[in-house]
């Protein structure tokens, strides 16, 4: 089908109660909740949508690119807000500008940055749990600090993925890679000190950053040390996997530099 005007919607979704971006069948899903509320301000009109990327179930977005195909020109002025109206609580949009339609969202230049949230000691209140994990066990924060920053640069990261395809690129670059104490979610029912596992590059294998966080986790209960970390990274480490998989609740979609 042919559409004859394109647009790049920014918006932000909370996904704690969703099995993650893609549609799939017998789920809820944040691609389909955003078609349906579509559907309501496009009224009677053929459109398709294409997300900026997959997200897990439960992952959230502070930053999130969709693009829009639609056959009529859209009032930008009054889109959001008609979106906004229409949306579940779990979404909010915040922008919306026109692009060429041979502009493709998935092959566009971006540069993505990851938040992972998680906390250690004493358990969280429960109302924290979209937000925040919480580790069930004393952590060295400074050792996991120092293991956070082994991940930085160009390494194979085919330990940090599950279910490559035989085309997978298992070399890839992570621009920066830090461990802090969280300074930017912040809320009365969150524990006194929270940390944020931050992570910038220009793409990421499935499960990456929940493996390096779990591994971080492991380092910080003293079960690994920071040469496994090394060893991990090589070209000529056992190609084996890593058996811990850390909470999807914790890791957020940050931000992404798109280029349009």
């Known amino acids: 089908m042919k559409y004859s005007f394109s647009y790049i ?10 099995s993650g971006w893609q549609k799939q ?14 559907s309501f301000v496009l ?7 294409i997300g900026i990327g997959r997200t897990d179930a439960k992952v959230s977005a502070n930053t999130y690119f969709l693009q829009l195909f639609v056959k009529e020109k859209v009032d930008e002025h009054r889109f959001i807000d008609s979106l906004n109206s229409n949306f579940s609580p779990d979404f909010r949009a915040l922008s919306i500008k026109k692009v060429a339609t041979n502009f493709n969202i998935i092959k566009a230049s971006k540069v993505k940055e990851y938040h992972y949230y998680f906390s250690f000691g004493v358990k969280n209140h429960p109302f924290a749990a979209p937000f925040i994990v919480n580790i069930d066990a004393e952590l060295d924060i400074e050792r996991m600090q120092k293991g956070a920053k082994l991940f930085e640069g160009e390494h194979y990261f085919n330990l940090y993925c599950t279910k490559p395809s035989e085309n997978t690129i298992f070399k890839r670059t992570i621009d ?14 969150f524990p006194e000190q929270s940390y944020i596992l931050k992570v910038k590059g220009k793409g990421f294998l499935r499960y990456q950053i929940r493996l390096m966080m779990a591994t971080l986790i492991e380092l910080g209960k ?8 090394k060893a991990s990274l090589k070209e000529d480490n056992d190609g084996g996997f890593l058996r811990n998989i850390a909470p999807a609740s914790g890791l957020q979609l940050f931000d992404v530099e798109l280029e349009l």
């Open 25 to 38: 069948t017998n789920a809820k899903t944040l691609h389909d909740m955003v078609d349906k509320t579509l």
């Open 9 to 18: 919607i920014s918006l932000q979704f909370l996904g704690f109660r969703f």
């Open 43 to 49: 009224v009677n009109a053929d459109y398709k949508t």
């Open 176 to 189: 920066s890679c830090e461990l802090v104490v969280n300074d930017v979610l912040k809320a009365n029912f």
């Open 222 to 229: 003293g079960n690994l040390d920071l040469d496994f970390i």
